[in-house]
């Protein structure tokens, strides 16, 4: 099936404009995630939607970035003024989240990376 | 706030040689993954570790969950050039659908 489709998969930009960049996330899957991975550097956390809701947003970088999701499938991830501090690959994931059983009746899934959105700030 | 560390952060071998990258969590997990991401691609899920001692085998990986479910390894055996990447642990809390990445193990094997 199809798995998580992100773009552009490219976006050069100059500083200061903003930029949208777009998840499309694995049919069926509720929980989506955005990353930030800068070059050679491990997986920034910035935020988590179950469904259209974000109960975590403790890792967006500043006020300049924003998210939302719709109809519980379909995430834009919004960056205002762009700084080139920006410059990075941002990654997107989606997962299913299991419910029931215990010790812990909800649990996460492994997640589904896209191909992701190379942004680069001039 | 909950750490996941991970060493080496890079680690070179001849090919045929064994490899093996450590995940520390400062808290006690519930779960942990492993991804696998290959230069220029995004990460791939590679297993989900949950039982305190688990270990699980892919062909020449094997993948190891501590008893107090707050380390983890993986070891691969007799490396090859296709073994190239970066290896991340993902440690999960009990109740969080967040996991946390440790920064990766980048292994380069030399033919």
Known sequence: GAGVSQS????????????????DPISGHTALYWYRQSLGQGLEFLIYFQGNSAPDKSGLPSDRFSAERTGGSVSTLTIQRTQQEDSAVYLCASSLVRQGGTPYPYSNQPQHFGDGTRLSIL | GQQVMQIPQYQHVQEGEDFTTYCNSSTTLSNIQW??????????FLIQLVKSGEVKKQKRLTFQFGEAKKNSSLH?????????????CAGSRGGSYIPTFGRGTSLIVHP
């Open chain 2, 35 to 44: 991804y696998k991401q290959r230069p220029g691609g995004h990460p791939v």
């Open chain 1, 8 to 23: 552009p998969s490219n976006k050069v930009t100059e500083k200061g404009k903003d930029v949208e960049l777009r998840c």
């Open chain 2, 76 to 88: 691969i055996t007799a490396t090859q050039t296709t073994d190239v990447g970066t290896y991340f």
